[in-house]
């Protein structure tokens, strides 16, 4: 992994996660303990509903319980996975009850938490590099498509609707802005 490795709160949540792969209650317990402030954050940020957010919450942990086994830290740092949970899952919750935010990024002027965002939070403690810099290094059409598709939940269908692009276009724009990102990140 990354230097990120030496972080001692990411070396527990790493060693907390395989623990709860084998059914260690305590673990998971404390899991919970150091993730779910975040994690309501994600999900308040996406429902803007602190009750379905909380509903949203219950449902990742459950969901933790089940899958912790499918962490692999190569692949992502523990509370970037348990983020993409969270925020998949409260996502999911809102389009099965048909609701959609439909405001432009730029038109969210605070999160529904009163704290500050915690997808922000994140990321910022997830790495040294800030991502809104990384964000800005983009192309300024690419830049929005990213934001559009991962804070405003837009599909690549609907992105490619608003920006008047072929499909596969928006779907390659932001495979590759992924992958600068990812690079800028690393």
């Known amino acids: 992994m990354t230097a990120l490795s030496a972080d001692p709160e990411q070396s527990f949540l790493i060693a907390a996660l395989q623990r709860v792969a084998g059914g260690d209650k305590l673990a998971f317990r404390e899991l919970y303990r150091r993730t779910c402030a975040r994690l309501l954050g994600v999900c308040l940020r996406v429902t803007a509903d602190r009750q379905e957010a909380e509903d949203v919450l219950q449902e990742v942990y459950v969901t933790v319980w089940q ?70 290094e983009l192309v300024k059409t690419d830049a929005v498509l990213v934001r559009t598709a991962f804070f405003q939940q837009a599909t ?6 608003r920006s ?8 390659s724009r932001i495979r590759r802005a992924l992958i600068k990102l990812k690079a800028c990140l690393s």
Not at 156 to 161: K, P, Q
Request: aromatic share 4%; proline share 6%; charged share 25%.
């Open 67 to 136: 899958k912790a086994a499918m962490f692999d830290p190569a692949r992502a740092s523990p509370i970037t996975w348990l983020a993409a949970l969270a925020r998949n899952r409260a996502i999911d919750r809102l389009r099965a009850n048909g609701r959609r935010i439909t405001t432009p990024i730029e038109g969210i002027s605070e999160p529904a938490d009163e704290s500050a965002g915690a997808l922000e939070q994140l990321l910022e403690a997830e790495s040294d590099h800030d991502i809104t810099a990384c964000i800005e």
């Open 156 to 161: 690549y269908a609907e992105l490619a609707t």
């Open 164 to 171: 008047g692009m072929p499909l596969g276009t928006v779907k």
